[in-house]
Every structure is written in C-alpha cells, then in structure tokens.
C-alpha cells in the first residue's frame, strides 16, 4: 500500500538516517575523547610515581589527576547515553539522570578538593545532588508503560 505522503515519508527517512549518522559520529568521537582522556590519567599517573616514592607529590598535580578521572567517568555516562539512543533511538530519563549525577558529583569533588567552595555553593550542589539521586531513584521504580 502507497503512503498519501510519498515526499513526507521521504524527508522523514532523510532526517532520521542524518540523525543515527551524527548520531554515530558523537559515538566515535565519544570513543577517542575517552581514550585521549584514560591516556592522561595514565601520564599524570606515571609521572606522579617517582614523587610518590620520594612522598613529595604535589598537590597540584594529584588534584589534575583526580580531576581527569572523574572527568573519564562523566564522558563514560555521556557514551552510555550515545550508545543507548544508538541501539533504542530512545534517550532514557535514567540515562540522563545519570550523567547529570555524575556530573554534579564530580563538580562537588573538584570543588571541596580545591578547597574553593563557599558554604552556600556547598549547600545548594549538595541539595542538587540528593535531588537528582532521589529522582533517580524513583525513575527506576518507574517504567514508561505504567501509565495512570
């Protein structure tokens, strides 16, 4: 059976076949980001081994280190994300929530390490954080089909 809209079908396939190839594309670029990203954890870690022998490491240097870890695993959640819109063309509240949990904990972190945080930035990153774990928590016990 024809469809009545030959051309509507038409620039419906176009769109979705450029979005799965961006879409793929930030995957790849996803992929070398992290590993560029995990292959300076690995330097900063190799060069911070002769210091920890000699326990003279500097705090700069173990806070850059620690700051690139945490940043491979928000790039981790973010290609979990892309590569469950790949396999579902579906971009889950889980998903999305994750990141941004991630993200906000490790902004948390760098923040108190840095020891530049002021009391009321802590209160409210804090209050953001326990709001998006609880939200969190209640899209897994939650699923899209269960409707009213």
């Known amino acids: 059976m024809n469809s009545p809209h030959p051309m509507r079908d038409l620039i419906l ?3 979705d076949r450029a979005i ?4 793929i594309g930030l ?12 292959f300076d954890v690995l330097v900063n870690v190799w060069h911070l081994i002769p210091d920890v ?7 700069g240097d173990f806070r850059d280190l620690i700051v690139t870890v945490l940043d491979v695993f928000v790039l981790v959640e973010l290609f ?3 590569t469950g819109y790949v396999r579902t063309h579906h971009v889950r509240l889980t998903q999305l929530l994750d990141v941004t949990v991630v993200f906000a ?4 972190l760098v923040m108190l390490y840095a ?4 009391p009321e930035k802590l209160i409210g990153l804090c209050i953001v954080v326990i709001l998006l774990v609880l939200a969190r928590s209640l ?10």
């Open 20 to 23: 799965d190839a961006i879409v």
């Open 139 to 148: 899209t897994g016990r939650v699923s899209p089909s269960s409707g009213p």
């Open 80 to 82: 979990d994300t892309f």
């Open 115 to 118: 020891k530049s945080l002021a």
């Open 53 to 59: 022998k000699s326990s003279t490491v500097d705090a």
């Open 13 to 15: 396939r176009i769109y």
């Open 27 to 38: 995957v790849l670029v996803t992929i070398v980001v992290t590993a560029f990203a995990f």
């Open 105 to 108: 904990l490790r902004e948390l």
